[in-house]
């Protein structure tokens, strides 16, 4: 059916799964969509807007990667929060290359958040399909929001907000995104926060999907410097991660990464 026929008939939308439009391969455990990187994202921007425009329940979209692994193995309520994705894509280059070791189905290639983020802007433009920043500082969050609109002219950014609250202020923060509807919320508040908050308010949130991405914001605005593009590729771009922010980063790898690969040959069976 066509975005427009289903707007005219004004029927409720399947709740897609995560193996509806892809197989899906086990992971260390995870269930991680084998959609391409482009697929994604041509997902997305079709979906998105009707699912809002329909009044359907936003789809939520969150990530996995080493760090997302371990989580999902240590921590049962990351595991409960991750458990209630619609889907799951490909964060890490380490889950795509172990989707090709055992024999599974294969992940087509790599869904970096980022690249997710900035390959569908000037796509997102054109289609007018609108976008909510949320998370990160303010200073942060309002210069993603100035280099977006100027790396997509067009571009219709629904609206904004820093990734600081407290806990009385959350009903505050959720009627402002319900103000402006936007067809996608962006979510990067870091693991497992944004998870929690994405679980706990799905059916409040007036939005066609939610997205969670991180440190996202940082990285738009080179606060967070990218590794080289051979590091990325390699499965290598934690260890580049690592050395330019090392008080933040060394623990969380070193602790989680070796985890990450026995929880891969562990589930190496699915």
């Known amino acids: 059916m066509s975005a427009e026929q289903a707007l005219a008939r004004r029927q409720p939308l399947p709740s897609p799964g995560i193996g ?3 197989p899906v391969a086990q992971v260390g455990g995870v269930p991680v969509s084998t959609l391409s990187l482009d697929a994604l994202i041509a997902k997305m921007l079709i979906e998105a807007p009707l699912r809002r425009s329909l009044d359907q329940p936003p789809l939520l979209v969150f990530d996995a990667n080493g760090q997302g692994l371990s989580m999902n193995a240590s921590d049962p ?3 409960t929060n991750l458990a209630q994705a619609d889907l799951i894509h490909a964060d890490g280059q380490i889950i795509v290359m172990a989707s090709r070791w055992f024999g599974g189905p294969p992940i087509a290639d790599r869904s970096s958040t980022t690249d997710m983020f900035t390959d569908s802007l000037k796509p997102a433009a054109e289609a007018g399909v609108r976008y909510y920043l949320l998370g990160a500082e303010e200073k942060v969050n309002a210069q993603c929001a100035s280099r977006i609109v100027a790396m997509a002219p067009g571009l219709q950014l629904a609206g904004r907000r820093n990734g ?3 806990p009385e202020e959350e009903d505050a923060v959720i009627d402002a995104i319900n103000e402006t509807a936007p067809d996608i919320l962006w979510v990067g508040t870091g693991k497992p926060r944004e998870q929690a908050f994405c679980v706990r308010h799905r059916h409040r949130i007036k939005a066609g999907w939610i ?3 991180g440190g996202l914001f940082n990285y738009i605005t080179r606060d967070y410097p990218r590794a080289p593009l051979w590091m990325q590729k390699s499965g290598f771009e934690w260890l580049h991660r690592m050395a330019t922010r090392p008080k933040e980063l060394a623990w969380r790898y070193i602790t989680t990464n ?12 699915g």
Do not use: E, M, S
Not at 258 to 269: G, S, V
């Open 211 to 213: 997205v969670t991405c």
């Open 20 to 22: 509806q439009d892809a």
């Open 77 to 79: 309520v990351f595991r």
């Open 164 to 166: 600081f609250w407290r």
């Open 258 to 269: 070796p985890h990450a690969l026995w929880l891969i040959w562990k589930h190496r069976h």
